[in-house]
Structure formats: C-alpha cells, structure tokens
C-alpha cells in the first residue's frame, strides 16, 4: 500500500487555507456579534441593519425594544436586527446630519392628488 503523498499534500493545503483564510475569521466575527449582542444594556446608543438609530429601552430573550431617534418612538425588534452599538455622540450627530431640504423642496412643486382621494364629477 503506497499513498502518494504528492496526489494528497495540495488537497490538505486547499482545506487549511480555506480554515485559515475564511471559516476561523468568520467564527471569530460571528462570536464578537454574539458578545456584543448579549453584553448590551438599557440605555445603549444602538444601528440596525437597517440603518435605524435607536435607544435600547427594554432586552427580552430574543427581542429587544427601541426608541427610533430623533422622535423616540418605540419599537421591537429581534435582537439578531442590531447591527452596533455606538456612542450618544455618533448617533446624535448622524440624526442632525440627515438632509431635511429635499423634502422641503417637494412642498414647493406642484402637489401630486392620490386617485384615491380624487373627486370625480358625476354626470
């Protein structure tokens, strides 16, 4: 029984780079979201990964509640949806940034009538 080891060595060098290179940093990404999901606590500047600026208000065990800035209304959410944590100073900064004027050039234009709401002479 001879193995050749030349048929076999450039296998076991494809399954350790692939180890190295791509399953241990993604195990290691993965346990730092992990960590940083459970160690959160009420009073946390939080993103989700939909981009939504929030204040943790209550943690359950799966869900977590938020108060959405700049209006602070509530919301539930998973607690797989958090994204971050950031600082008070990035969230408040990232609200007061947002660019209100394009919606401000809107009530300027003509005002679009939804079909809905469209009065229709009765003949």
Known sequence: MNIDFTLI?????VLGFFYVF???PQQKQQKEIKEMRSSMKPGDE????GGFYGIVYAIGEENV???LLPDYHKALITKSAIA?????GDAVA???ED????LEDLDNEETVVDAEFEEIDEK
């Open 9 to 13: 060595l450039p296998m076991l060098l």
């Open 22 to 24: 791509i399953l241990r």
């Open 46 to 49: 939080i993103v989700t990964i």
């Open 65 to 67: 509640t938020i108060e």
């Open 84 to 88: 971050r944590i950031v600082s008070v």
């Open 94 to 96: 990232a609200v007061e």
């Open 99 to 102: 660019n209100y004027e394009e």
